[in-house]
């Protein structure tokens, strides 16, 4: 059983940068890793995962070329660096740990993660 803690939100005007960290109570090496957001009015969508290894990372189109997802598992952590943030990135952002099915992440399957953090708010001010 796994718990996680996101931390790092805040505002930041458009273009800025912001570094989101999920820090796990046990060592994630087994899991696949996943940043989602959830935009008011909006469903929660996926963002970025990455997996065990760290050799294969997914990211939305939305975001591809402006987020980048690392891990570090001696800190049992993994990090989200968000730049060149527009208004539409505003959002609370969850970490979510997902097993792997076979040798595969569940990508942005939110059902395949069994466990989510409480939530980090990053809002984006034209």
């Known amino acids: 059983q796994v718990q996680l803690v996101e931390s790092g939100g805040g505002s930041v005007q458009a273009g800025g940068s912001l570094r989101l960290s999920c820090v796990a109570s046990?060592?994630?090496?087994?899991?696949?890793m996943g940043w989602f957001r959830r935009a008011p009015g909006k469903e929660r969508e996926g963002v970025a995962v990455?997996?065990?290894?760290?050799?294969?990372?997914l990211y939305a189109d939305s975001v591809k070329g402006r987020f980048t997802m690392s891990q570090d598992n001696a800190a049992k952590a993994v990090y989200l660096q968000m730049n060149s943030l527009k208004p539409e990135d505003t959002a609370m952002y969850y970490c979510?740990?997902?097993?792997?099915?076979?040798?595969?992440?569940?990508?942005?399957?939110?059902?395949?993660?069994?466990?989510w953090g409480q939530g980090t708010q990053v809002t984006v001010s034209s």
């Open positions: 979510a740990a997902a097993g792997l099915a076979g040798n595969y992440c569940p990508t942005f399957r939110i059902g395949g993660y069994h466990a």
């Open positions: 990455i997996s065990p290894r760290g050799d294969s990372i």
């Open positions: 046990v060592y994630i090496y087994n899991n696949c």
